[in-house]
């Protein structure tokens, strides 16, 4: 192989090597409630988990706030799955293993 053709080989692997992290490492959410949370998990802040949504933030611990003073807090690991519900008023939080 020429030492030419190893250069676009060698950067294309450091650039998947550097997307691997930010494709690992994630809980996916359902949020089953009216409120709208900005949420700080692992090394991530000002995650959107809106009302009535699903989506997925950073794996570790996490905290959010809603308008109003609501808040949620926890820790997910890779691959499991946070359920919003609300319960008395308040938000109540599920996390469970993601099937």
Known sequence: MKK?????IAAA???AAG??????????????????FKVESGNTSNQSVDAH???S???GHFKGKAEGGKSISGSCKDGEHI?????DGDPDVDVRDGD
Not at 4 to 8: D, E, I, T
Not at 83 to 87: D, G, H, R
């Open 4 to 8: 030419r053709s190893l250069v676009p």
């Open 83 to 87: 359920e919003i519900t609300e319960k």
């Open 57 to 59: 933030i950073e794996s």
């Open 19 to 36: 997307a691997l992290p930010a494709l690992a490492g994630e809980c996916s959410v359902h949020n089953d409630t009216d409120w709208d």
């Open 13 to 15: 692997l450091f650039l």
């Open 53 to 55: 949504s699903e989506t």
